[in-house]
């Protein structure tokens, strides 16, 4: 996956979707096919084997409907998890789940803009090389992890409202349909200053490559958060 491209006085062909759904095997690999978000949806769905397929030695880039018109996003992860290379962001506002992702993401590799596929979408020896699709449920081939998060306290959780905010904490699973999860602590009343919890969340991931970890804190009474949520990229081993 790249998080951006630049031609460096090359000339680069974008190929624009305009509706279409084709994937072309023989498409020159130095040429980008640029998707729009909604036939990018299309293609994961009816064609997802195609479309990792593809894109194992053609660039594929998607961007934004153009019914964004507030400039939100979509979650790139939904695009990376079937080969797509670049999945082209709004920043024009700060978005948890899309941008905040997509920084985790690259945060891996020094931020230098690349980070390589999972194996089971380029390695030809790998048993699901060809024959992985995100959405299913159950995959055979691939290496599943168990873990578990201990949630003991916290301190100053919610500025805007003082020490007496009724507080608890969001810890999400961001990855392929199977992995999604999101759990939450018990909310600790009148006393954001220094919350006790002292809880423990585990959580199963069957495709880690690409999974991450979101934790917010969350004001029960509004249910807005706190403070800008905190990501970590899925090295969870």
């Given at each position: 996956?790249?998080?951006?491209s630049?031609?460096?006085?090359t000339?680069?062909e974008?190929?624009?979707?305009?509706?279409?759904?084709?994937?072309?095997?023989q498409?020159?690999?130095?040429?980008c096919?640029?998707l729009?978000?909604?036939?990018?949806?299309?293609?994961?769905k009816?064609r997802p084997?195609?479309?990792?397929?593809?894109?194992?030695t053609?660039l594929v880039r998607v961007?934004p409907?153009?019914?964004?018109?507030?400039?939100?996003?979509f979650n790139?992860?939904n695009?990376w998890?079937?080969?797509?290379?670049?999945?082209?962001?709004?920043?024009q506002s700060e978005?948890?789940?899309?941008?905040?992702?997509n920084?985790?993401?690259?945060?891996?590799?020094?931020?230098?803009?690349y980070?390589l596929?999972?194996r089971?979408?380029?390695?030809?020896?790998h048993?699901l090389?060809?024959?992985?699709?995100?959405m299913?449920?159950?995959?055979?081939?691939?290496?599943?992890?168990?873990?578990?998060?201990?949630l003991?306290s916290?301190?100053?959780?919610?500025?805007?409202?003082?020490?007496?905010?009724?507080?608890?904490?969001?810890?999400?699973?961001?990855?392929?349909?199977?992995d999604?999860?999101?759990?939450?602590?018990?909310?600790?009343?009148?006393?954001?200053m220094?919350p006790?919890?002292?809880?423990t969340?585990?959580?199963n991931?069957?495709?880690?490559e690409?999974?991450?970890?979101?934790i917010?804190?969350?004001?029960?009474?509004?249910?807005?958060?706190?403070?800008?949520?905190?990501?970590?990229?899925k090295?969870?081993?």
């Amino acid at each position: 996956m790249v998080s951006t491209s630049s031609t460096g006085g090359t000339s680069t062909e974008h190929y624009h979707s305009r509706g279409s759904s084709t994937i072309n095997p023989q498409h020159p690999c130095y040429k980008c096919s640029s998707l729009s978000e909604n036939s990018a949806k299309k293609l994961t769905k009816k064609r997802p084997k195609d479309l990792i397929a593809h894109s194992e030695t053609q660039l594929v880039r998607v961007y934004p409907a153009s019914m964004r018109i507030d400039s939100s996003n979509f979650n790139p992860l939904n695009f990376w998890s079937y080969g797509i290379q670049m999945a082209a962001l709004n920043y024009q506002s700060e978005e948890a789940t899309a941008s905040h992702v997509n920084a985790a993401m690259f945060e891996q590799n020094g931020h230098s803009g690349y980070v390589l596929k999972p194996r089971v979408m380029h390695d030809p020896s790998h048993k699901l090389y060809r024959q992985f699709n995100p959405m299913e449920k159950d995959f055979d081939g691939l290496n599943p992890i168990c873990f578990c998060i201990s949630l003991v306290s916290g301190q100053y959780l919610s500025p805007n409202l003082g020490t007496r905010a009724n507080v608890y904490v969001e810890i999400e699973i961001i990855g392929i349909p199977s992995d999604s999860i999101k759990k939450k602590s018990k909310t600790i009343f009148c006393n954001s200053m220094n919350p006790m919890w002292n809880e423990t969340f585990t959580y199963n991931v069957l495709f880690k490559e690409l999974a991450f970890i979101r934790i917010l804190i969350v004001d029960a009474s509004t249910n807005h958060p706190q403070t800008h949520p905190t990501q970590d990229r899925k090295s969870v081993v």
